[in-house]
């Protein structure tokens, strides 16, 4: 594709860096249940991870991060590489929409994939990471089989993990992964493991599997159930 033919304002990113990219979808709770310690090592879990990526020279050119908070919906940071991405300072307030959170988020990760490929950027199968600490206030079901089916045809790879309080009975619908159950409030244990996971994957080939370290093992973050 010639640079004429790239929609202006679409072209220049990737015209310095013409990497694959490796996008990473953060659906955040950030509904008033969150309020205190919960919102307060998340956000230091984000800063961390950005921190992380950062240093790492392959993937702070491969990884693209963005946050879709809810409580309510709103996009917090669109797709960018670490270099340029800030960390946001998440506010706890509302309830838990994530129903509508999902299809934010799942939109804007096809409005990223449809940029990629107008300039001819290849990419890693996208990360979808969802984190909350209660259970859907609004209608969540067709999020829930959007979610599976873009699972099936391999278009993302969706986590959901549960803080104290989720409902993880909930959550186990709407993934065909078993969700995760967050230990304590281990957040930056969390983004420790994803920038790890995210910085392997950017060194890989794209479409070939990496082996990932178990976050339910004796030192992990994560629990089952």
Known sequence: MSFEQVPFGESVEFAENTE?????????????????????ELNAGIR???DE??????????????????????????????????????APTGDTP??????????????RKQTYRNNGIT?????????????????????????????ASNHFSF????????????LSQMSTREPLKLQE????????WLSNSLTAVSKSQVGT??????PTGPNGWGSVG
């Open 20 to 40: 694959p990219r490796c996008p990473c979808l953060l659906l955040l709770d950030t509904s008033g249940s969150m309020r205190g310690k919960p919102i307060d």
């Open 48 to 50: 961390q991870f950005r």
């Open 53 to 90: 990526l950062l240093a790492d020279e392959m993937a702070q050119k491969r990884v693209e991060v963005a946050i879709v908070g809810f409580g309510p919906v709103q996009v917090l940071s669109e797709f960018q590489t670490p270099d340029v991405f800030q960390a946001p300072t998440l």
């Open 98 to 111: 994530i129903g509508a959170a999902i299809d934010a988020g799942l939109n804007l990760l096809d409005q």
């Open 123 to 151: 990419y890693y199968r996208p990360w979808v990471f969802l984190i909350t600490d209660g259970g859907p206030t609004d209608y969540w079901q067709g999020a829930a089989e959007r979610v599976k089916q873009g699972e």
């Open 159 to 170: 986590f959901a993990v549960g803080v104290e309080g989720a409902r993880m009975d909930v």
């Open 185 to 192: 409030l281990r957040f930056r244990d969390l983004f420790k």
């Open 209 to 214: 599997q990496v082996p990932l370290e178990n």
